[in-house]
């Protein structure tokens, strides 16, 4: 039996799901109007328009108004992309791949639209700080470096690269690569093959 008794967790109540799909919803908002008029005319109202709520709904879920709810968005997008990151490397087989992937989802958001340039450019700018802004290059450094470790392990990596130390660097690599081409000033297609380069030249010699 799998009943949320069973496991010594209460269900959630009517008013907590609708609690947490009002969030949901507004957090979406926040997607929405930065995709069809950008961070810039971001506003409570027209989240609460674009939410279908009331401003003080909007009030009553997030208290910290437009700062928490950024905040909130660009934790979305992170999870987001951390999820389509891990889509992608479970497509692929190889260690070298499993790397591309990393730079090809963020790429690909990237140059998608609004919220492109939203997570890579003003988002960052307008959030100093908090656990929102690590979400998505957190998941991605500790995927990077355990690939690298298992690639290491199987003499398929150079054995002077320390792995946490070059996931950083291609972290960084990635996020540099991203803004630039969020704010048009690289192509994409470019920028991952430029990525898988590098990438190839971290292999152990044959």
Sequence with gaps: MNSATDTGDAAPSLRE???????????????AVIDAQGFDRLTIERIATAAGVSRGTVYAHFPGGLTELVSAAYAEIGRTIVARTTAE???????????TAHARAMFDFAASS????FYNVSGPAFISAGESRGIGSGASRAMIADTLAQAQAAGRLREAIVPEAVAT???GAIREAAIAIATGEADPAEELAAFSTLVAGLAAPH
Excluded: Y
Excluded at 17 to 31: H, I, N, P
Excluded at 114 to 117: D, V
């Design 169 to 171: 660097l291609l972290v």
């Design 89 to 99: 490397i479970a497509a692929v087989s190889v260690w070298t791949e499993e790397l």
């Design 17 to 31: 799901r609708r609690r947490a799909q009002t969030r949901e919803d507004l957090v979406a908002g926040v997607l």
């Design 114 to 117: 609004g919220c492109g340039h």
